[in-house]
């Protein structure tokens, strides 16, 4: 079964995270089928994508639960960081649908698309610092963009949780709905963004992206995260998560 389902519709390509199992935690299966969603995304005549996850969650993060993979962790760690590079590279706008936990690299998936839509109960937490993990997906870049640099530093070093409804509050997301209606306003939203020319479209989203420069961000985010991967801090947090009953 595929770990990430891709379908056009309408002129809309729903990309929709798929290990419900796991909360649709990141392990590299799932990043290699989200990769190829996206270039089936570039490939195909949608003119919008909307980016979900299917069962309880949008994505609980990286899946501390899976061991590390072997081979070299730098070209394992620019794959996950080009999924922030293809998410933006798409010439058609992306709407983040997030619902259930969106943590550590699902926020960042999420942070990586052009609209943020969130249910008023999903589950936001950057908890990267707590397990001495480095950040990635340009995080670092995209959410002082956002919410400003006092209140990324707060949000990156205190890691504490905050619902959907806080996100809004703070402008990481564009608006938090009721959880029963996340589906059909992301879906509305979509709808109207296809009518427009998709030219058009793309241009603008082009434009609005050229004055942020994420790679600096992402090159020192793997700088860092080589530093942290086989840190003591990082084994010891993950063995507690493994040894959770």
């Not at 909307?50 to 969650?57: D, F, I, K, Q, Y």
């Not at 249910?119 to 707590?130: I, L, Q, T, Y």
Request: charge should be negative; aromatic fraction near 4%; hydrophobic fraction near 50%.
């Amino acid at each position: 079964m595929p770990t990430v389902d891709f379908a056009v519709e309408d002129g809309i390509a729903h990309i929709r995270l798929n290990r419900p199992e796991r909360l649709n935690a990141v392990a590299a299966v799932l990043v290699d089928d989200f990769l190829a969603a996206l270039d089936a995304a570039a490939r195909s005549d949608a003119r919008v994508v909307v980016l979900s996850g299917n069962g309880r969650a949008f994505c609980a993060g990286h899946d501390l639960k899976e061991p590390t993979p072997a081979g070299d962790s730098r070209a394992r760690l620019d794959r996950l960081q080009d999924v922030t590079r293809r998410l933006r590279g798409l010439r058609q706008p992306v709407i983040a649908a997030v619902h259930g936990y969106a943590i550590g690299a699902g926020a960042e998936f999420a942070l990586g698309c052009d609209l943020i839509l969130a249910a008023e109960n999903a589950v936001f937490a950057f908890p990267e610092v707590s397990l001495g993990l480095s950040v990635t997906g340009a995080a670092s870049r995209l959410l002082p963009l956002l919410v400003g640099p006092l209140k990324a530093k707060e949000l990156l070093l205190l890691g504490e949780r905050f619902d959907g409804r806080k996100a809004a509050e703070l402008g990481m997301v564009n608006a938090a709905v009721p959880a029963e209606q996340l589906q059909a306003e992301a879906l509305s939203w979509a709808k109207r963004i296809a009518e427009h020319p998709p030219a058009a479209a793309a241009m603008a989203k082009r434009v609005l992206d050229a004055s942020t420069d994420i790679e600096p961000a992402l090159e020192l985010e793997v700088s860092h995260a080589l530093i942290t991967e086989h840190s003591a801090a990082v084994a010891a947090s993950t063995e507690a998560f493994r040894s959770r009953a």
